[in-house]
């Protein structure tokens, strides 16, 4: 059973706008959570992270936004620009800050259109 | 260079073969991660390692072996390929002092025919 569950397969998007991408998840136990941006034949990328004990961190154009009682976070890109065009990536960790490993969604393909 | 490499980059291997996967990091960062990224999955943990010496099974463990005898080397062993470990495989490397915020590889897409 998936824990972390990004429902958006694709979402486009015009540049200059806002890019909100939603990911929930299931297990009480994860305290703190991440995105990672990935462009095609490279790894993912650290973007942003936010512990449990936080309902928002924001960094430069990237917010992100924890509602723990409805088990959602969401990351919102403001404004949007061509290069946001990837694949994005929800993580969570129950304890240790992903010292033993993050659980992952299975991403949103973020298209910017010009 | 200073970073976390995989190689090779692309491999292809026949069934029933040994392939071992290379990533090498250049941090000292304790902790090493493999991942494997598959079309409907996202990425799931096959082994982890929170220092040299000490490695655990991840999600997806079942085929393949790891090994750390040095921090900056996590070596990943398909010991008989099956084809169902077509997939890309990416490494990753964390730490404190980097707030467990991962770097990932640039990944070796492994082809079994």
């Known amino acids: 059973d998936q824990q972390v569950k990004q429902n958006s397969p694709s979402l486009s998007v015009q540049e200059g706008r806002i890019s909100i991408l939603n990911c929930d998840y299931t297990?009480?136990?994860?305290?703190?959570f991440l995105w990672y941006k990935k462009y095609p034949a490279e790894g993912p990328t650290f973007l942003i992270s936010?512990?449990?004990?936080?309902d928002k961190n924001e960094d430069g154009r990237f917010t992100v936004f924890l509602n723990k009682s409805a088990k959602h976070l969401s990351l919102h890109i403001v404004p949007s620009q061509p290069g946001d065009s990837a694949v994005y990536f929800c993580a969570a960790s129950a304890g240790g800050g992903g010292a033993d490993g993050l659980t992952f969604g299975k991403g949103t393909h973020l298209i910017i259109q010009p | 260079d200073a970073g976390i490499t995989q190689s090779p980059r692309y491999k292809i291997t026949e069934t029933g073969r040994q392939v071992t996967l290379m990533c090498h990091q250049t941090?000292?960062?304790?902790?090493m991660f493999w991942y494997r990224q598959d079309l409907g999955h996202g990425l799931r943990l096959i082994y982890y390692?929170?220092?040299?010496?000490?490695?655990d099974k991840g999600e997806v463990p079942d085929g393949y072996v790891v090994s750390r005898s040095k921090t900056e080397n996590f070596p990943l062993t398909l010991e008989s390929a099956t084809r169902s470990q077509t997939s890309v495989y990416f490494c990753?490397?964390?730490?404190?002092?980097?707030?467990?915020?991962?770097?990932f590889g640039s990944g070796t897409r492994l082809t079994v025919v």
């Open positions: 390692s929170a220092a040299a010496d000490i490695t």
């Open positions: 941090w000292s960062h304790s902790y």
């Open positions: 990753a490397s964390s730490s404190v002092r980097t707030n467990y915020g991962y770097t």
């Open positions: 297990n009480s136990m994860f305290d703190y």
């Open positions: 936010i512990s449990s004990i936080k």
